[in-house]
């Protein structure tokens, strides 16, 4: 293909993510940011022009990642002659903000999650060696009315992203300083995302809000009144041709509303998979975390979203050894897990984030405790959740396919409770929906036969 004839000749740029999916999200939107000004993405940080690491706050052990991923960079940058810009985005550069460019000198440019559309304002900048190089305003609407309208999705499945910010305050919880105040973006911007995505071939979207549940968008312009909720954009996302299907995370037991809940059952382009943290089963600790509910409230909600959708597969993120936990409220949390049965879930050691409420509690929890209770935890998890992928073997169920196997002839996806399915199949298959017989089943993938390719829904 001949380059046009104003093209500005090609930047590497490389992006490390790190954390959650909102991450992921972002990482997608700096690519689209600064493809105009001519970069484009390269595998390794080895001779890249620009390179971001995108970080994560949420727990001490993925901040010192990001200095220890530093020091290495500042070699290669040396290497390079000095030619390497690098930037420092996401939540530690918003937390630590200046301290960055202090700890490691070899840093360009800060920018917090809200500000990463002034990158290509920034890099100029940097290159004149003029101005300010660290950005951590909070304004997510000029954000995002500032991001490319238009997107390039990397294959079957996009994030976009709905809601930012929380209000909640747990007390554990680094997000609502580092990813600022609750808001939601306007239904007809993320209609517009979605049919962008469409008309590429994009076929399933997972709407990402730090408390996605909690959208509430102001309606399109006809339809005037109050905010939509996450139950009414769903519904109507469910409408754009070509979108078969939806997923949403992350969400709080608090917003988990009946409109939400009833659109589980009658939504059939709702994929049947609901993340839920809810951190513990003792209603002490909930409370100390400052949760909002109690261990029964949870338990109601989700025999209600069961009762919905009986098939649903419920995940969820716990914490263990959170200040004051003693061996009953751990066993409490135990109990939960007994209760409920998760597909998945994610759990993790307490530890004590700066500026939060719970890092200045009494009665922290010895580390060897911690890891007693989170080996413990973990592995009961574990038994959960390969019963719950060996209960899919003899179904046969729609898998969207992702990529290409790591074996020759085999290809990948994802059933509709989010499993990593494997089977022998062919590229022709790429993005495409299959039914598959599922074979066998391990902790962490499935293994299926093609029954048929699906035809794409009108
Ligand atoms: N310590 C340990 N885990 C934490 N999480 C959030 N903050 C902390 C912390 N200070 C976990 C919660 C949350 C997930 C994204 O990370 O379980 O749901
Ligand atoms: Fe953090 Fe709690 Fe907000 Fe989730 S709801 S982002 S855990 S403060």
């Not at 949420?58 to 810009?85: D, F, H, Q």
């Not at 951590?136 to 999705?153: M, N, S």
């Not at 909002?292 to 969820?316: C, K, L, P």
Request: hydrophobic share 40%.
């Amino acid at each position: 293909m001949s380059a046009a004839p104003d093209a500005k000749p090609l930047k590497g740029l490389f992006i490390r993510t790190h954390g959650c999916q909102m991450n992921v999200y972002d990482s997608e939107r700096i690519r689209d940011v600064l493809k105009p000004l001519g970069y484009a993405p390269v595998d390794a940080p080895e001779g890249a022009d620009l390179v971001v690491i995108n970080t994560c706050h949420i727990r001490e052990k993925a901040t010192e990642k990001v200095y220890s991923e530093l020091g290495k960079l500042k070699r290669m940058k040396e290497a390079s002659g000095g030619r390497m810009t690098i930037a420092v985005t996401g939540c530690v550069a918003q937390a630590e903000g200046a301290e960055i460019i202090r700890r490691q000198p070899a840093v360009d440019l800060v920018l917090g999650p809200q500000a990463y559309h002034k990158l290509p304002e920034m890099i100029a900048r940097a290159s004149r060696a003029v101005g300010d190089r660290l950005e951590t305003e909070f304004d997510t609407v000029e954000k995002f009315d500032a991001l490319p309208k238009t997107r390039d999705p990397d294959g079957p499945t996009a994030f976009v992203s709905v809601q930012e910010g929380c209000d909640k305050f747990c007390t554990f919880c680094v997000v609502p300083y580092t990813r600022g105040a609750e808001i939601s973006r306007n239904v007809d911007d993320v209609v517009a995302e979605v049919r962008d995505l469409a008309g590429k071939g994009v076929r399933e979207i997972t709407l990402l809000g730090q408390n996605v549940n909690a959208f509430h968008g102001p309606a399109p312009r006809l339809e005037g009144g109050e905010d939509w909720t996450l139950g009414q954009l769903v519904r109507h996302l469910a409408r754009i041709g070509g979108i078969e299907r939806i997923r949403y995370t992350t969400s709080h037991p608090r917003d988990m509303d009946d409109d939400l809940i009833a659109a589980h059952g009658d939504t059939p382009a709702m994929m049947p998979f609901l993340h839920l943290p809810v951190q513990s089963g003792s209603d002490r600790i909930l409370k100390a975390m400052n949760r909002g509910h109690t261990a029964d409230q949870y338990r109601d909600i989700i025999a209600r979203v069961r009762a919905a959708r009986a098939d649903i597969a419920i995940a969820s993120d716990f914490i263990v050894g959170f200040p004051g936990e003693t061996d009953a409220d751990f066993e409490a949390t135990m109990q939960l897990v007994r209760d409920i049965d998760y597909a998945i879930a994610y759990s993790f050691k307490y530890s004590a984030r700066p500026g939060t409420p719970a890092a200045e509690m009494a009665l922290h929890v010895p580390e060897d405790v911690k890891d007693r209770r989170l080996q413990a935890l973990q592995a009961l998890l574990r038994d959960q959740q390969t019963a719950f992928n060996r209960a899919q073997i003899g179904r046969t169920i729609p898998v969207l396919v992702t990529g290409k196997g790591r074996n020759e002839g085999q290809m990948h996806g994802r059933s509709p409770y989010l499993q990593a399915v494997h089977f022998d199949g062919t590229e022709a298959q790429l993005n495409q929906l299959v039914d598959l017989r599922i074979v066998d089943a391990s902790l962490n993938s499935l293994t299926g036969e093609l029954v048929r390719v699906c035809e794409p829904a009108q």
